[in-house]
């Protein structure tokens, strides 16, 4: 897996062989970050990278221009691995980990506000429906923010219902919801 573009472009993001991580194909990425090009300006935003994984989104933010991105995992092993890709940039001062549930990290009442949201949980994990709640309610995005949610083609309905959205990108099997303000 590799950075598309930026500054750290062609850069290799190590990604722990591990079920507890399902990596954004390369594909799906460049589509997703081909769709934020024209919706937001990466030039010193800051960025959460939640369900972070291997912080394959979170590190193209910030190969991007992206000035600081908070990478949430849980996983200590998965996170390790994560910090591994971060010293590998030499981007530690720009970036921060949070060894955390994501439900967790939506929960904090101190936390800080973000340009951008990433959200690429696990395809069958539900408390992304919460966490994207409690993100909404606890004004986690700056005003003209952006949350990106990507999720299974398999989870749609419920997706749907609990977001009360319908997907507003589809890349192969997976749907991309977005949320604002």
Do not use: W
Not at 61 to 77: N, Q, Y
Not at 140 to 165: M, P, Y
């Amino acid at each position: 897996m590799r950075i598309i573009a930026g500054k750290y472009r062609g850069r290799t993001i190590k990604f722990p062989n591990s079920k507890l991580v399902r990596p954004t194909t390369d594909k799906n990425k460049e589509s997703i970050f081909n769709y934020l090009v024209h919706s937001i300006d990466f030039d010193r935003i800051k960025v959460s990278d939640i369900y972070a994984g291997s912080g394959s989104l979170g590190l193209e933010a910030l190969s991007r221009g992206a000035d600081v991105v908070h990478f949430v995992e849980k996983d200590f092993h998965v996170s390790k691995m994560l910090q591994e890709n971060i010293s590998s940039l030499n981007a530690e001062d720009s970036c921060k980990v949070f060894r955390m549930e994501a439900i967790r990290f939506s929960k904090m009442t101190e936390h800080e506000r973000y340009d951008l949201i990433l959200a690429d949980p696990p395809f069958f994990k539900d408390d992304i429906h919460q966490v994207v709640k409690n993100i909404l309610e606890k004004n986690f995005l700056t005003e003209d923010g952006l949350l990106l949610v990507e999720r299974s083609i398999q989870t749609k309905k419920e997706d749907q219902e609990a977001f009360n959205l319908e997907p507003s990108k589809r890349l192969g099997d997976s749907l991309i919801y977005q949320f604002k303000l």
